[in-house]
C-alpha cells in the first residue's frame, strides 16, 4: 500500500492552547496512512525540527510545544501534514 503524502487537520482551540496538533475519530484512516504504525515521528515545522514526539494515539494527539501554537495568528485553522521521508514530517499552519 502507497503511503499519503499529505493531510490537513482542523486546528483546534484545545490543540492551540495546549499545543497538540488533534484529530477526530473520522482522521483516524488518514492519520494511519501517513503516519504508519510508528509511535515517534520527526517535525519539521517552519525552520524547528522536533525529534522523537510522540504520537498519542488513545487521546488523537502530539504534543508539539504550547509556545509555537499559542503565537499562531488567530486567522490559523489549519494544519497541513506533509510525509518527506522515513519517520520524518513537515508541518504547516494555514
Avoid: A
Amino acid at each position: 500500500m502507497e503511503r499519503q503524502k499529505t493531510i490537513i487537520l482542523p486546528l483546534t482551540e484545545i490543540g492551540r492552547k495546549y499545543g497538540y496538533i488533534m484529530w477526530k475519530k473520522k482522521h483516524d484512516l488518514g492519520i494511519k496512512e501517513i503516519f504508519g504504525n510508528n509511535k515517534y515521528v520527526d517535525l519539521s515545522i517552519g525552520e524547528i525540527l522536533q525529534k522523537q514526539k510522540r504520537i498519542d494515539w488513545d487521546h488523537r494527539r502530539i504534543g508539539i510545544t504550547y509556545t509555537l501554537t499559542r503565537g499562531l495568528r488567530n486567522s490559523v485553522s489549519k494544519i497541513q501534514i506533509r510525509y518527506l521521508k522515513e519517520n520524518c514530517f513537515s508541518v504547516h499552519f494555514e
